[in-house]
């Protein structure tokens, strides 16, 4: 039987690799679909607060690989490491727990709910109030921090606004202040600029450029442009595997990445 020494022992070891450990690692994943490979021995290095982007043409494996990570697909074969903890096994809900956040191609959002009602719940959702069915008090600190997040994402002027009569763009920056609830220690941007106007872009570019230091996250994202403004580094997806990395002025002035990227080869 574990005694409770021995499991504060564990707990303060594993608290004490977290610090230095990356934010994710992944080594050997594969994800296979019957006999096609949408993964193939993806290794993969991002250090904490680093902020890197995924590129490659529709069919690379970009939302695959995400998708493994957050343990929305399961990994065929391989480990995944979120501060140096091994989540290969965990459910989707306790990579949320331990601040692992992502947001979707598709918007998943409650129209009927104001831009603030949004992100109380988000807030709610992944604090240890999750399922209590009081109304918040003036004071509560959930609000205030739901609050924050609206002015985070540039959204102060339509919080109380239902989410049915924001604009399209407005929506994506209300899935990134969902996202952000809870203070995450890493995000999944799930191409966040598709279907932004350009000024639209503009100010996703702001908002991404404007999160805390601290906090990494990777983008996938087919605007080249935004992508390589936001990011630090850069992995070029190609087949289910990794055909480069490098920095975002390496990977733009790289012929091969020219060609495949700019080639519309849906791989």
Known sequence: MTTVLEERGSISERLGATGTANALELTGVSK???????????????????R????????????????????????????IRFFGEDITQFPPHERIRRGLRRTYQISLLFTGLSVL???YLASTGVSRSRFSFLRPRR?????????NLV??????DVQHA???TL?????????????????????????PAAGLSPTERT??????????????????????????????SVTMMHNGRIFKEGSPAEIEDDPEVQALYLGGDDG
């Open 139 to 147: 004071d509560d600190a959930l609000m205030a921090s739901a609050e």
């Open 32 to 50: 296979l679909f019957g006999a096609l490979a949408a993964l193939s021995d993806i290794n993969l290095v991002v250090r904490p607060s680093e």
């Open 117 to 119: 009602d949004n992100i």
């Open 203 to 232: 100010e996703l570019i702001e908002i991404l450029l404007g999160l805390p230091q601290h906090m990494g996250f990777i983008i996938i994202e087919h605007d080249m442009d935004v992508a390589l403004r936001v990011s630090e």
């Open 52 to 79: 890197r982007a995924v590129l490659g043409s529709n069919g690379a494996g970009k939302t695959t690989l995400f998708n493994c990570v957050t343990g929305d697909f399961p990994a065929s074969t391989g480990t």
């Open 151 to 156: 002015r985070v994402v540039h959204l102060e």
């Open 167 to 191: 604009s399209y763009g407005q929506q994506r920056q209300l899935e990134i202040a969902m996202a952000l609830a809870g203070a995450p220690r890493f995000i999944l941007f799930d191409e």
């Open 162 to 164: 239902e989410v049915s």
